[in-house]
């Protein structure tokens, strides 16, 4: 396991600042820079996470996800200043961030494509991959995101160079967003190279499905986004289907078992919120209780928390329910919060950080049923009996 030792404590909130501060799609009046986060970081401490997992900060064309300078902070989001005032005001309080950086491509304004298709014999046009046609390749049939040459020294040596500078700035890690599609010795080159200079930062991969332990052997990320776990919590209460969740956590199992602790969920900037995916809303504190009490390094999304709704389309636009603004107030609840959700949250977090050795535990299903189910979480000589009723939308959690 080559993650730092920090990460065993370490609980997220993660939050998509862009939407969180009003500053896309559609900006409104005031100010939506970095700082408005400020005033939320005390209600993190509340909620008993400890760190904040932000998205995209780069300067970028729409979304984030489509960079134009991973250098500079996007103009909407304010500038240096305001990164350094809310790493600062994290500190304060003892959070930890993390950085979500893209580096499998770029966005369709950034100066080294646009000197690409300026002079498609150039220097600039060997940074980006082609296709047979001779076109610049795109991610995912993504017209505005250019895919990036992974094999291109100058390109393995610019991401060394972003990650380096921004753990220079204050940051602790950083989110590999797409890393399922960046070749393994890509990463496995670079990130030795920026522990050399900073041997204390975390890195979390996304990938969608694979073998985890596998993938980190190859690779050197420490942590990887467990989508499979996560589909199977909620697909499991909505069928009533212990027996699928069981198997989503024998495997789950496996992978820390091979010494890696995955990055776990039950909600996130890319998919329908928890809230809107169950069937049943007594479900929700089942599905919670779960990213609680098995291995991980858990993230709860902001909004999550106080049971927010949102139904993620395959449309343009079809995040936007998923990422709304939110109060610049902490004192002013989301549109549609739920005060049970928040107390929900806060109880299961603070049985987690009571017992911080679940972030590698060991867990076993003991029972499974047609409407429950039932697993022992082990470490360090401890353990915890987990029961969830999917009938009665009940939980339990006991010492064993």
């Known amino acids: 396991m080559s993650e730092p030792d920090w990460v065993q404590h370490a609980i997220w909130w ?21 700082r408005r986060l400020i005033p939320w970081l005390d209600h993190v401490q509340r909620l ?15 979304h984030g996800y489509d960079t134009t300078d991973h250098l500079r902070i996007d103009p909407r989001l304010g500038d240096d200043a305001a990164f350094d005032d809310l790493v600062a005001a994290a500190r304060e309080r003892g959070l930890r961030i993390v950085l979500d950086g893209v580096f499998n491509h770029v966005g369709p304004d950034h100066p080294r494509l646009l000197a690409a298709r300026a002079d498609p014999g150039g220097p600039d046009a060997a940074l980006f991959r082609h296709d047979d046609d001779g076109e610049i390749a795109v991610f995912e049939g993504h017209p505005g995101l250019h895919q990036l040459d992974h094999s291109r020294p100058e390109v393995r040596d ?68 467990q989508y499979e776990l996560w589909k199977a919590i909620w697909s499991s209460l909505n069928d009533g289907n212990p027996h ?26 890319d998919v329908t919120r928890l809230a809107t995916r169950l069937d049943d809303r ?10 609680c009490t098995v291995a991980g390094t858990p ?21 936007d329910a998923v990422r709304p ?11 549609g919060a739920d005060p049970d959700g928040l107390a929900l949250h806060q109880e299961l977090i603070g049985l987690r950080r009571r017992h911080p050795w679940l972030h590698a535990a060991r867990t076993e299903v003991v029972e499974a049923t047609d409407d429950r189910l039932v697993y022992l979480s082990r470490g360090d000589g401890d353990a915890l009996r987990v029961t969830l009723d999917y009938g009665a939308g009940s939980w339990d959690v006991q010492p064993a």
Do not use: M
């Open 14 to 34: 993660h939050v998509y600042p862009l939407g969180f501060t009003g500053a896309y799609p559609d900006p409104g009046p005031g100010d939506h820079d970095l």
């Open 48 to 62: 008993g996470t400890n760190g904040v997992l932000l998205g995209p900060v780069f300067a970028s064309d729409t």
């Open 158 to 225: 610019h991401v060394v160079e972003v990650l380096c500078h921004w753990l220079d700035r204050g940051a602790d890690g950083w989110r590999l967003d797409a890393a399922y599609t960046v070749p393994d010795e890509f990463w496995a080159e670079v990130l030795p190279r920026v522990r050399g200079r900073h041997p204390g930062a975390w890195f979390l991969g996304e990938v969608i499905h694979g073998e985890h332990d596998e993938i980190v052997a190859a690779t050197t990320i420490d942590s990887l986004t």
């Open 244 to 269: 699928e969740l069981a198997w989503a956590l024998g495997r789950h199992d496996r992978f820390v078992a091979g010494g890696t602790v995955p990055q776990t969920f039950v909600g996130n900037h």
């Open 282 to 291: 007594r479900h929700l504190p089942l599905a919670v209780a779960v990213l």
């Open 299 to 319: 993230s709860v999304y902001a909004g999550d928390e106080f049971a927010l709704t949102g139904l993620k389309e395959e449309r343009e636009g079809g995040d």
């Open 325 to 335: 603004a939110f109060p610049a107030d902490p004192g002013t609840l989301p549109d």
